[in-house]
């Protein structure tokens, strides 16, 4: 799912977690512009060349979406309602790239890395010290408790079945009183949880604006070259093959 880290021995995952992030954010503005078939064609070779090279098997890739589905099929419906077929399926097409190159970032990057990341990004445009590591710390929490939350929903959700909980039967009124038993025990844990994580962060005397270091150190070589390069290169195809 998106936001969980699989370790793995592959060329993405040895790369330069800056040069990841913007290299998917060319990526995600190539698919945000994209106006045609072909440029989409264009964005997805450039996915089934990364995926194989994280040596994370397609079917991975395939449950990250699969965790989300319910908010693809509602972005679908609505788009069925107001703009008919071939928008839905343009939109469609947009979202799953969108999110499968997310995946290929979060499946190669440690949050660790990826907060690291989009600190030194910040540090780019002159953001001062203590927000780049506030924004940095949020983003890695973030990151964290999303995987930790979904497989809270399914465990509460087998366990509310077990009992005997009728939640995927019955009428929508029936089926939205049954969420209850879902939400609640969600909700309690999610405020253990950040109680647990505030804790820890105040043990281990945690404070923004003041100088760290850092556990890996990443250097810009050849691989991370090739990779923004080919990044860019893909947004000015989009571009070209773009309609008026």
């Known amino acids: 799912?998106?936001?969980?880290?699989?370790?793995?021995?592959?060329?993405?995952?040895?790369?330069?977690?800056?040069?990841?992030?913007l290299s998917i954010l060319f990526l995600t503005i190539g698919v945000i512009v994209s106006?045609?078939?072909?440029?989409?064609?264009?964005?997805?070779?450039?996915?089934?060349?990364?995926?194989?090279?994280?040596?994370?098997s397609f079917s991975t890739y395939l449950k990250g979406l699969k965790s989300i589905?319910?908010?693809?099929?509602?972005a679908i419906v609505?788009?069925?309602?107001?703009s008919g077929v071939?928008?839905?399926?343009?939109?469609?097409?947009?979202?799953v790239l969108i999110l499968m190159f997310a995946e290929v970032l979060t499946f190669t990057t440690r949050p660790t890395d990826l907060?690291?990341?989009i600190e030194d990004f910040l540090k780019i445009f002159g953001t001062p010290l203590k927000t780049r590591q506030e924004l940095?710390?949020?983003m890695m929490i973030a990151m964290r408790f999303a995987p930790v939350m979904v497989?809270?929903?399914d465990r509460i959700t087998k366990s509310q079945i077990a009992r005997g909980a009728k939640i995927d039967s019955g009428r929508i009124w029936e089926r939205m009183k049954s969420l209850v038993s879902i939400t609640v025990p969600l909700m309690a844990s999610a405020v253990r949880k950040s109680e647990e994580i505030a804790l820890a962060m105040e043990v281990r005397r945690f404070k923004p604006g003041v100088p760290r270091s850092r556990y890996r150190s990443y250097s810009w070589g050849i691989g991370e070259w090739i990779l923004t390069t080919s990044s860019l290169i893909l947004i000015v195809l989009v571009l070209i093959f773009r309609n008026p």
Do not use: W
Not at 69 to 74: Q, S, V
Not at 87 to 94: D, H, N, Y
């Open 151 to 153: 497989e809270e929903v």
């Open 115 to 117: 907060a690291s990341s």
């Open 69 to 74: 589905m319910f908010l693809i099929t509602f």
């Open 1 to 21: 799912m998106i936001g969980k880290f699989v370790s793995k021995r592959s060329p993405i995952h040895k790369l330069s977690p800056i040069s990841k992030v």
């Open 35 to 56: 106006s045609n078939y072909l440029d989409y064609l264009i964005l997805s070779l450039m996915l089934l060349v990364m995926v194989p090279l994280s040596k994370i």
């Open 86 to 95: 071939m928008p839905a399926v343009e939109s469609t097409i947009r979202i």
């Open 136 to 138: 940095s710390m949020i």
């Open 78 to 82: 609505i788009q069925l309602l107001y």
